[in-house]
């Protein structure tokens, strides 16, 4: 949505004030204020035009136009700067950008070697060490598949049951004395997620699982050892 816009000159009858207004006019034209979800296109110069940013949240949309989707729906305004030759126009524009959606655990495995990871599930039950008996990680569900998340720090307050939204990093784990062994028979280690957030948004669930498929022993002889 276009906010408010002016054009100023020290000068009537300005051949350059003609040349801003039709920029102005045709600016962000192709653009759906309402539905943003990638980086928006911050031109520097238009037919001549010097055009700069300011941003009213740099850490959603900065003044280089790069968008970061929130946990919610965030409407940001960026006011835009329009110059030539000593005239200026000014215009301010509001955008809504969208949430960012949950990757789903069965996406997540195909991800790279530190991808980020922004999922929501329900654990299973949490892991705990053989060492003093504490609590290193637990299991996670969604509707797609489950994966192992390794935190001491948040395996120590969740409980099973409880639905998560986890924000981290995905990474695949061999042990240092299994490596020559797992690169030899072409293992890429077991999949998981490093969590930098977990946050508890709701507890007592019953866990998800229609995914889940029966399957006979003779079939999982048969997958790879790679998975």
């Not at 790069?66 to 215009?91: I, W």
């Not at 280690?189 to 007592?204: L, Y």
């Amino acid at each position: 949505a276009i906010c408010a816009g002016f054009v100023a000159s020290c000068t009537l009858n300005n051949p350059d004030i003609p040349v801003i207004e039709q920029v102005m006019d045709e600016f962000f034209c192709d653009v759906e204020f309402d539905n943003v979800t990638s980086d928006l296109d911050f031109v520097d110069n238009v037919d001549g035009v010097n055009v700069t940013y300011i941003s009213s949240n740099p850490e959603v949309i900065s003044n280089e136009g790069v968008v970061v989707r929130q946990s919610k729906n965030q409407t940001v305004k960026v006011g835009v700067k329009f110059e030539l030759n000593g005239s200026t126009g000014y215009q301010e524009y509001e955008f809504t950008v969208l949430a960012k959606e949950y990757d789903t655990l069965r996406a997540v495995k195909d991800f790279a070697e530190g991808q980020e990871v922004y999922v929501k599930g329900i654990i299973a039950f949490v892991v705990y060490g053989t060492v003093k008996n504490i609590p290193v990680g637990f299991y996670l569900y969604d509707n797609t598949d489950a994966i192992y998340v390794y935190s001491n720090d948040f395996a120590k307050v969740v409980e099973a049951g409880d639905e998560v939204v986890i924000e981290g990093n995905f990474t695949s784990y061999i042990d240092e004395a299994s490596a020559s062994s797992a690169a030899y028979a072409g293992y890429t280690g077991a999949r998981q997620i490093v969590p930098t957030t977990c946050e508890v948004v709701s507890k007592e669930n019953d866990l998800p699982t229609n995914f889940i498929e029966e399957t006979s022993i003779e079939d999982l002889c048969k997958i790879p050892v790679s998975e």
